[in-house]
């Protein structure tokens, strides 16, 4: 719910942070954007290579740690340098974390036929559960706190990730017979 939360927010908040934060223009926000989906789609198959050779927990983890960096640099952006390499980062995170979290969750799925089903449902209360504290805080805050709390959100992501048990589930068999 946190990473999920998260990234709804920066996908919505971004365009209008650039703008107003950072002054960029419409041209520039679409390369903001595009560079981050770029990013995202490059790294894709590295991800799910990472994701089959380790333990996808530690992947999806690694994710949410470089997202929570790319929410920290986009509070620090002052200039579109840095705002560009935040959203590389962020691509890069965000494709590690939901290619390993959603690999982790289809090799459940011979245990629990919902498993695809209870990860939507927590996406979609985490987008709630971090969308609406967002509109109350930016105010207060500004983006560049929203941006600081959001990294905040995927931290707690990671450690979640970190400390969620282990299960000798297929992956891992899968992993014994190759080595």
């Known amino acids: 719910m946190f990473l999920s939360g998260a990234g709804e927010v920066v996908d919505f908040m971004l365009p209008l942070f650039a703008a107003a934060s950072i002054g960029l223009t419409p041209a520039q926000i679409g390369v903001l954007l595009a ?12 991800a799910g290579s990472l994701a089959d050779r380790f333990e996808r927990r530690s992947v999806a ?24 390499a935040a959203a590389a980062v962020g691509g890069a995170g965000g494709a590690l974390l939901w290619v390993a979290l959603r ?3 289809g090799e459940r799925l ?13 996406e979609e209360t985490g ?7 967002v509109f109350l805080l930016i105010g207060p805050v500004g983006y560049q706190g929203v941006f600081a709390a959001l990294a905040v959100c995927c931290l707690v992501g990671a450690v979640i990730m ?10 891992a068999l899968r992993l ?4």
């Open 110 to 122: 011979g245990e629990d036929s919902g498993a695809f089903a209870a990860l939507v449902s927590a």
């Open 176 to 179: 014994r017979r190759i080595r």
């Open 35 to 46: 560079v981050e989906l770029a990013v995202s789609l490059a790294v894709r198959p590295a």
């Open 162 to 171: 970190l400390t969620a048990p282990r299960g000798a589930g297929p992956h």
């Open 103 to 105: 690999a982790i969750v």
């Open 127 to 133: 987008s709630w559960v971090v969308f609406v504290p």
């Open 61 to 84: 983890a690694l994710g949410a740690l470089l997202y929570a960096a790319a929410c920290l640099g986009y509070a620090c952006a002052a200039d579109p340098a840095l705002a560009y």
